[in-house]
């Protein structure tokens, strides 16, 4: 994991990086693998918030993207546009200094509501809230999530 995200994930839960992928997968109803020859470099997926019409997309990678940039950030507009179809409001928070996380976030579409200082469990770092409003009509797979 590079050094921005395991510092985000250790400033925001107290967690490793190990136990921030495993809590990730297992509050997730979808997770997925960037491989990279045939090696992991990354999981990202999503999560559902307070609501099923909310969902919680996160990413964690080693931040080497040499290579693939291109396919990358085009697949990941396609799949930030099929999450738009599930939910109405997508959000989440990046630490302040993840520079490359904020970039590729506002490349996505996503907008920054409000900085949080004194956020997560040392509660001596500023984050970002993010979010992004659906512009397509929602459609709710199975039963209602709490």
């Not at 490349?107 to 997560?120: D, E, H, Q, V």
């Amino acid at each position: 994991m590079s050094k921005k995200d395991a510092y985000e994930v250790l400033s925001s839960g107290g967690l490793s990086p190990l136990e921030a992928l495993q809590f990730s997968f297992e509050r997730s109803y979808e997770c997925n693998t960037i491989v990279r020859n045939g090696e992991p470099m990354g999981m990202f997926g999503c999560g559902f918030g307070d609501h099923q019409l909310y969902g919680i997309p996160w990413m964690l990678t080693d931040g080497n993207f040499e290579g693939f940039k291109k396919r990358f950030l085009k697949e990941g507009r396609s799949w930030v546009e099929k999450l738009k179809h599930r939910h109405q409001i997508l959000y989440n928070y990046v630490h302040d200094q993840n520079d490359d996380s904020i970039r590729w976030l506002q490349w996505l579409g996503f907008k920054f509501m409000r900085s949080i200082p004194n956020y997560g469990f040392g509660k001596s770092d500023t984050f970002y809230e993010f979010y992004l409003v659906s512009d397509q009509c929602v459609v709710l797979e199975g039963p209602l999530q709490p």
